[in-house]
């Protein structure tokens, strides 16, 4: 099937920057919309960033001008490049990839594990 692996996540001071990747690897036909979710303790899991095949993205309200997610299609990869980070933006980084598997039918959602990102002095 497919495997998602996020990276690149740990611990940063306020105003600071983390480039977070997400490689999908597997059996992959085509790989379609690509995001980025958080989840902060005690909250519910929220859209970051997405990023469709043709390039269009969409931010939350809150990383707009600060985060920027970006793809290489050639790596089935996915980045967010995150810059003036606060203690708010602390959270489990979940990257997901929208794919269609060889052999097999339609678009599926995959998940990856998941990266810490904390923002503290």
């Known amino acids: 099937q497919v495997q998602v692996v996020e990276s690149g996540g740990g611990l940063v001071q306020p105003g600071g920057s983390l480039r977070l990747s997400c490689a999908a690897s597997?059996?992959?036909?085509?790989?379609?919309?690509m995001a980025w979710y958080r989840q902060a303790p005690g909250k519910q899991r929220e859209l970051v960033a997405a990023?469709?095949?043709?390039?269009?993205?969409n931010y939350a309200d809150s990383v707009k001008g600060r985060f920027t997610i970006s793809r290489d299609g050639a790596k089935n990869t996915v980045y967010l490049q995150m810059n003036g980070l606060k203690p708010g933006d602390t959270a489990v980084y979940y990257c997901?990839?929208?794919?269609?598997?060889?052999?097999?039918?339609?678009?599926?959602?995959?998940w990856g594990q998941g990266t810490q990102v904390t923002v503290s002095s």
């Open positions: 997901y990839v929208d794919a269609v598997v060889v052999g097999a039918g339609p678009i599926r959602r995959y």
């Open positions: 597997g059996s992959i036909y085509s790989i379609y919309a």
């Open positions: 990023i469709t095949s043709g390039g269009s993205t």
